[in-house]
C-alpha cells in the first residue's frame, strides 16, 4: 500500500508542461524532495533485482482517510486508486456498530462469493455465499453443507464443573420449553450406536447390547413366557422357565380353561437355582387346559 505524500510537484518547462521526471544516479538512484525547509524526503530504487515498472496515479484526489492501493496491473503498470482503510485488524478491530446495513461493519463477503475461514491453507468452515436455498448455511469439515448447519467432524460439549446439555427447543408458538440430554458422571467412555431403520410397529422399544448397540424390539420381547401343558388331573404344576431367574423374580400366572367355569391358580414355590416356579389350581386340570404364564425381572 502506498500512502500519499503531503506535497505537491509541479514541473514547469520554457516550451510547455513536462510529460516525465526523470530522477537518476549511478550510486543511490534517489529522487529528494525539498520545499523551503531544509530537511528532504527522499524516494529510492532499491540497489538491487530492480525490474522496471510504471505507477499511474488516480486522476482526482481522494478523501480524508483513504489510502492508494493497487487496483489493476496491465504488464509492468499499475494503476493506483483510492480507497477506504476499513481493514480488520490481525489484533481485533474498533468498529460503531456490527451489521450488514449502511454505517456498519461486518466480517465477510460483499458478492455471492463463500466466506472460507482455514488454517494452514486447509479448509476448516465455509459459510455459503451463493444466492439460493442453501445461501448462509454454515458448513465444518464440508464445502457443501446440506443442514443450516452441518458439522463433518465428532462433536463434543465439553464443561467445567456440571454436564453440558443438547438441547431441543419446542415450536416458539408454543413457548419457551425445551427437552434436553446431558451425559452423568461415568467411569469411562459410553457410545451408543442406533438402529439403521424406524421401528416396524407402534409401542416398540430401543434397547441396547451390553457395547451400546441398539435396536427396537417389543416391550416384551425379553419378557420370558409361555403356556404349560399340565398333567391332567393335578393341581400341583412345576413350570420350567428355560432361562435365569433372578432373585425378586415376579411370576404372572393364569389358567386358560374352557368358558363357564373358574379355576384359581397361585404361585406357591420359586426355585432360583433350578429356574422353576410351582403353582396349584383350585382343581386338578384336564389335559386341554393351560396355564398362561410370564416371569417379570425385578426393577
Known amino acids: 500500500m502506498i500512502r500519499a505524500l503531503p506535497f505537491v510537484i509541479i514541473l514547469i518547462s520554457l516550451g510547455a508542461w513536462s510529460a516525465a521526471l526523470r530522477a537518476q544516479s549511478v550510486t543511490t538512484g534517489t529522487l529528494q524532495l525539498r520545499n523551503g525547509q531544509p530537511s528532504t524526503i527522499s524516494l529510492t530504487v532499491p540497489g538491487t533485482g530492480v525490474t522496471p515498472y510504471t505507477l499511474i496515479l488516480p486522476p482526482g484526489i481522494g478523501e480524508s482517510g483513504q489510502a492508494l492501493t493497487i487496483q489493476t496491473v496491465t504488464g509492468t503498470s499499475a494503476t493506483l486508486s483510492w480507497s ?20 456498519q461493519q461486518f466480517l465477510g463477503t460483499k458478492n455471492a462469493q463463500d466466506l472460507v475461514v482455514a488454517a494452514n491453507s486447509t479448509e476448516a468452515l465455509r459459510i455459503v455465499g451463493v444466492a439460493g436455498p442453501t445461501q448462509g448455511w454454515i458448513g465444518l469439515g464440508t464445502s457443501t453443507p446440506s443442514a443450516p448447519i452441518d458439522l463433518a467432524r465428532t462433536v463434543m460439549l465439553s464443561n467445567t464443573g456440571q454436564s453440558t446439555e443438547l438441547r431441543f427447543a419446542e415450536p416458539s408458538a408454543s413457548g419457551t420449553n425445551y427437552t434436553a440430554f446431558k451425559a452423568a458422571a461415568q467411569a469411562g467412555d459410553v457410545t451408543y450406536t442406533l438402529p439403521d431403520q424406524a421401528p416396524a410397529s407402534n409401542g416398540m422399544v430401543l434397547s441396547a447390547t451390553t457395547t451400546g448397540t441398539m435396536s427396537w424390539r417389543s416391550a416384551l420381547a425379553d419378557v420370558p413366557r409361555g403356556l404349560y ?71
Open 229 to 299: 401343558a399340565p398333567t391332567a388331573g393335578n393341581h400341583v404344576h412345576t413350570i420350567t422357565i428355560g432361562q435365569d431367574v433372578p432373585t425378586g423374580a415376579i411370576p404372572i400366572v393364569s389358567v386358560v380353561n374352557a368358558a363357564g367355569t373358574t379355576i384359581a391358580i397361585s404361585v406357591t414355590a420359586i426355585d432360583t437355582t433350578a429356574d422353576t416356579f410351582t403353582v396349584e389350581t383350585s382343581s386338578p386340570l384336564a389335559a386341554t387346559e393351560r396355564i398362561a404364564w410370564m416371569v417379570l425381572s425385578p426393577m
Open 84 to 103: 477506504n482503510t476499513n481493514f480488520w485488524g490481525l489484533q481485533g478491530s474498533d468498529i460503531t456498530l456490527g451489521g450488514t446495513a449502511a454505517n
